[in-house]
């Protein structure tokens, strides 16, 4: 598929997919990297769309440009921001109680601190994105991880890569030092390439997810 049938396809998606109004979206494509730019209403818009774009098979990489604008009228205080964030994450039963601190400045919201596991790094930035006066996540959370033997970890990764019928395991390298991941080879989708990345993080002992997969 050459650059202009995919950014027609990638508008023609955005459109149908009923979580997100498209009309403040701009779509770029250059050899199948995708540039979205453009404004949404919030920044579960902004992540729902590049989700979209993500899961279309001939998208090579995704760069993500799009604002967040609130109206006026709805813009709410970074100190208000503060105070949901850390009640939504203590609701939160799969992230431990008092291990996040947040910042919040003109909407960001960056998440730090140290957790024991992927998941539960990945749990606490789901858990913001959905909510109000959001802008922008930065996650700068640590995963401390466990005494998890580096062969354990990686036949983990294996059986769950070949568990996902969206993937094919057997093009995915993987190396494990310590807590340190690293995934080499070759994925069909960027959408693929997320996929994989997930699955690692959430192997028991890991700490760092190095994804160097690529697309082919």
């Not at 579960?44 to 604002?67: D, H, K, L, P, T």
Request: proline share 2%; charged share 25%.
């Amino acid at each position: 598929m050459d650059d202009n049938d995919l950014r027609e396809l990638i508008e023609e998606e955005l459109s149908l997919d009923p979580r997100i109004n498209a009309s403040g979206i701009g779509v770029a494509v250059e050899n199948g990297i995708v540039t979205l730019s453009g404004h949404v209403g919030t920044y579960a818009e902004r992540v729902a769309a590049e989700q979209c774009v993500a899961g279309i098979r001939s998208v090579r990489g995704v760069a993500q440009e799009i604002e967040v604008r609130y109206p006026n009228h709805k813009k709410i205080a970074d100190d208000e921001i503060a105070a949901r964030v850390l009640k939504i994450i203590d609701w939160d039963t799969t992230i431990p109680s008092g291990s996040i601190k947040v910042r919040v400045h003109n909407g960001g919201v960056t998440l730090s601190g140290e957790v024991q596991w992927g998941f539960e790094r990945a749990a606490a930035e789901h858990a913001v994105q959905k909510l109000g006066g959001v802008t922008t996540i930065t996650n700068l959370l640590t995963v401390r991880g466990s005494e998890v033997k580096p062969a354990n970890i990686r036949q983990r990764i294996e059986q769950a890569l070949l568990r996902d019928a969206n993937l094919e395991a057997d093009r995915i390298q993987v190396a494990v030092s310590g807590g340190m991941v690293t995934l080499t080879g070759t994925v069909r989708a960027w959408y693929d390439r997320s996929i994989a990345e997930r699955e690692a993080w959430l192997a028991p002992g890991v700490i760092k997810v190095d994804n160097q997969l690529t697309i082919g």
